[in-house]
């Protein structure tokens, strides 16, 4: 028997996983997306390994989904001493957007409106947080600092103004340039990072653009992006939370509130939903999580996250397919044990305000009613699965296409499996291909109800308004639906 499909995995292609038979690996080990992370890399150098992940998924028969993680104006300072050097708390250290080499006395960086960003007495995180800084007085271009907790600082790190406004743009010349690359390809999903309102993700889908439907994701990584929430949820296809920054920006112990009510309001909108950064940080050295991440990977999927990230523990770590397997252990106990802890009929929180939505909890609740063995949604744009899925259903949701993009988005919905079908199929010929993919699943057998949903007229781009119950059978036998037709 197959397992059921659960909370799914994306991992981070990078130096150690770009090969063929690198991502054939993570796909075997449970990863059902890859991500590429243009802060990396552009179109001439990371469009190549979009390429590989695609054979690889060719070879594997799985319908991997490639995600583009546009790199956003992340501020870093410049190059440092190949060993770093060591901040000693009470020094003082310069930062500057003059081209120096740095030093224990002094760094560049590449925001080059610093002096204008900050005033005496404004805190700098250097490192993701492990540096703190103090500003003492501004020198023209140069910000001097005293240092308030030391550390050694090696080159590109990261710089957080944590409280403060950016006076950068959120894409930059970089990102509209990468943008314009991915309008060109196949890419299943962009995801934009350090979204601050929601126009950053309407100009994002113009420089995409116009015609393009590619789904882009609303990273939350600043203070500002959970002021205005709501907005970038109604102009995004979903959100990543990205807790690395958003734990640097806003006090840590505010991070997993924040989670849970992101998670919460994206779901009743009928988004995409990730959690990412540091989920198994440990396993790029050790070869088995931390207790304190296995609870962390836990909680993402009981918050109801559609997919979980790896970052450096698939890009540059000692042990990525074993980390891929760690976190697919993971998400199928907290899966089993979400299962059992709900209500059979899915007392779920989320807003049914539209055909699809309503339409949707309908049949999640008619298939409990009635002990239904799946949900199956007909061919369509992939939206259907993606309301089915909000509602969080015991029982598989068979998701039946003929786009190779509907396959691979919909892989990297929670509970949904991507069943590939021939095109311009008829209703009841894709139910034909849905009786012998769960039978031959053993997710159910002939005479079990399956209860099934669509937009119909098929093909019609209507949204979802059509619930159907439906006996199982083997293919050429009699159709028969139940009750009656």
């Known amino acids: 028997m197959y397992p059921i499909e659960c909370t799914k995995i994306i991992a981070t292609i990078g130096p150690v996983t770009s090969t063929v038979e690198r991502i054939r690996e993570l796909i075997r080990a449970g990863a059902d997306a890859c991500r590429v992370n243009f802060s990396h890399g552009n179109g001439s150098t990371l469009g190549p390994l979009m390429e590989t992940i695609r054979e690889a998924a060719r070879l594997e028969n799985r319908p991997i989904a490639v995600l583009a993680d546009i790199q956003g104006p992340k ?11 060591l901040l000693v708390e009470g020094g003082t ?8 080499e740095g030093s224990d006395t002094a760094a560049q960086t590449a ?44 080159s590109h790190k990261g710089l957080n ?12 010349e970089k990102d509209r340039k990468d943008l314009a690359f991915l309008s060109g390809t196949d890419v299943d999903l962009v995801a934009i990072s350090f979204v601050r309102s929601a126009s950053d993700i309407e100009l994002a889908r113009r420089l995409l653009g116009p ?28 959100i990543m939370v990205a807790r690395g920054d958003l734990g640097v920006e806003l006090p840590f112990e505010q991070v997993p509130i924040i989670q849970k009510q992101i ?27 931390s207790r304190a991440e296995a609870s962390d990977v836990l909680n993402a999927v009981l918050d109801g996250a559609d997919a979980v990230m790896l970052s450096e523990e698939t890009a540059v770590g000692e042990n990525p397919v074993l980390a891929v397997k760690a976190m697919d252990a993971l998400t199928r106990s ?27 909890g309908a049949a999640v609740l008619a298939a409990s009613k009635l002990g239904a063995k799946a949900i199956v949604t007909l ?42 079908i021939p095109e311009r199929a008829e209703i009841e010929q894709q139910l034909e291909f849905a009786d012998a993919f769960l039978m031959q699943s053993g997710w159910a057998k002939e005479g079990d109800v399956v209860v099934m949903v669509a937009a119909v007229p098929l093909g019609s781009g209507k949204e979802t308004n059509t619930i159907r119950f439906h006996r199982v059978r083997k293919p050429g036998g009699p159709a028969t639906l139940w009750p009656g037709s």
């Open 75 to 85: 501020l870093r300072i410049g190059r440092m001493p190949a060993a770093g050097v």
């Open 93 to 100: 250290f310069t930062l500057t957007p003059r081209d120096i």
């Open 111 to 154: 925001h080059e409106r610093l002096a204008d960003d900050v005033e005496p007495g404004a805190r700098i995180l250097l490192a993701d947080g492990a540096i703190e800084l103090a500003v003492e007085r501004v020198t023209g271009s140069d910000v001097v600092c005293r240092v308030l907790t030391g550390g050694r600082l090696f």
């Open 161 to 172: 103004l944590p409280g403060r406004k950016i006076s950068t743009e959120t894409l930059t």
């Open 211 to 238: 015609d393009r439907k590619t789904p882009v994701i609303a990273k939350l990584e600043r203070p500002e992006a959970i002021g205005c929430l709501d907005q970038i949820l109604d102009a995004s296809d979903g």
């Open 263 to 289: 998670l919460k309001r994206a779901a009743r909108r009928g988004k995409w939903t990730i959690v990412a950064t540091q989920m198994l940080a440990s396993m790029v050295a050790s070869r088995r999580p």
């Open 334 to 360: 907290a899966e089993e044990y979400d299962r059992g802890a709900r209500d059979d009929d899915g007392d779920v929180d989320t807003e049914a305000h539209s055909f699809a939505s309503s339409a949707a």
């Open 379 to 420: 061919a369509g744009s992939g939206f259907t699965p993606l309301h089915v899925s909000k509602w969080l259903p015991k029982l598989p949701i068979v998701a039946l296409s003929s786009k190779p993009g509907t396959l691979r988005r919909t892989n990297l919905l929670r509970g949904v499996r991507p069943v590939e």
